[in-house]
C-alpha cells in the first residue's frame, strides 16, 4: 500500500522560502502524479499544482505560478513543493496526495492517499 | 476557474438521521464524450487529511460504508449519509476534477451530531 509521509513542520520569515518535502513507499512512483493542496487554519482545500514525476513535468494553479516550484526526485521517490516570497498569508498545513485510480485502467484528478500534512508558519 | 459553492455551511443531525449536503458547480463538470461528472466527495475529520469518498459523482471507494451516497449531474450534486453514525462528524468538502488545470474544491460542511 503507497504511504505518503512528509517532512516536518518549518517556521518562516516572510520573505523567505521553504521546500517541503514528500516520500512516497510502497508502490510506483512513477506511475501517478503528485498534487499539492494547502489548508489555512479554519479554512477549505486549495490546489497548488502537481507534477508528473514520470515525465518531470509540473503544471500550477494560477494563483501560484512564479512562486511555486514542484520537483520530483524518481531516485528516491520524493516529491518537493518550494514556495518563495513567502507572507503571511501563506501559513497553512501543506498536503502532498496521489492521483486516484479511476476504477478501471485511468487515473483520475482526485486523490485517495495523502500525506500528513505540514504546518508551514510565516511569522516575524 | 469553476467555482464549487458548497450548502449549507454547518448541519446538525440526530443520530440514524440522513444528513444531505448539496454542491453546485459555476459551469457543468460532466465530460459529454464518456458522460462522466468530474466530481469526488472528500471527508475530512479534525486534525486529518481529507479522505477520498467518491467520485464519478456517485463512485464509492473502495472501503466508504453504503450509507454514503453520491448522485446529481452537470452542476448540482449532492452528498448523502443516509444514517448518521458518531464516526461521520467531519468536514465534507466537493471537488471538481474536470479542469485539470485549476482543480477546485467547494468551501465545506461541517456535520455534527444533533
Known amino acids: 500500500q503507497v504511504q505518503l509521509v512528509q517532512s516536518g513542520a518549518e517556521v518562516k520569515k516572510p520573505g523567505s522560502s521553504v521546500k517541503v518535502s514528500c516520500k512516497a513507499s510502497?508502490?510506483?512512483?512513477?506511475?501517478?502524479?503528485i498534487s499539492w493542496v494547502r489548508q489555512a487554519p479554519g479554512q477549505g482545500l486549495e490546489w497548488m499544482g502537481r507534477i508528473i514525476p514520470i515525465l518531470g513535468i509540473a503544471n500550477y494553479a494560477h494563483k501560484f505560478q512564479g512562486r511555486v516550484t514542484i520537483t520530483a526526485d524518481k531516485s528516491t521517490s520524493t516529491a518537493y513543493m518550494e514556495m518563495s516570497s513567502l507572507r503571511s498569508e501563506d501559513t497553512a498545513v501543506y498536503y502532498c496526495a496521489r492521483d486516484a485510480p479511476d476504477g478501471s485502467s485511468g487515473r483520475i484528478d482526485a486523490f485517495d492517499i495523502w500525506g500528513q500534512g505540514t504546518l508551514v508558519t510565516v511569522s516575524s | 476557474d469553476i467555482v464549487m459553492t458548497q450548502s449549507p455551511d454547518s448541519l446538525a443531525v440526530s443520530l440514524g438521521e440522513r444528513a444531505t449536503i448539496n454542491c453546485k458547480s459555476s459551469q457543468s463538470v460532466l465530460y459529454s464524450s464518456n458522460n462522466k461528472n468530474y466530481l469526488a466527495w472528500y471527508q475530512q475529520k479534525l486534525g486529518q487529511p481529507p479522505k477520498l469518498l467518491i467520485y464519478w459523482a456517485s463512485t464509492r471507494e473502495s472501503g466508504v460504508p453504503d450509507r454514503f451516497s453520491g448522485s446529481g449531474s452537470g452542476t448540482d450534486f449532492t452528498l448523502t449519509i443516509s444514517s448518521l453514525q458518531a464516526e461521520d462528524v467531519a468536514v465534507y468538502y466537493c471537488?471538481?476534477?474536470?479542469?485539470?488545470?485549476?482543480?477546485?474544491f467547494g468551501g465545506g460542511t461541517k456535520v455534527e451530531i444533533k
Open positions: 471537488q471538481q476534477y474536470y479542469s485539470t488545470r485549476a482543480l477546485t
Open positions: 510502497g508502490g510506483t512512483f512513477s506511475s501517478y502524479t
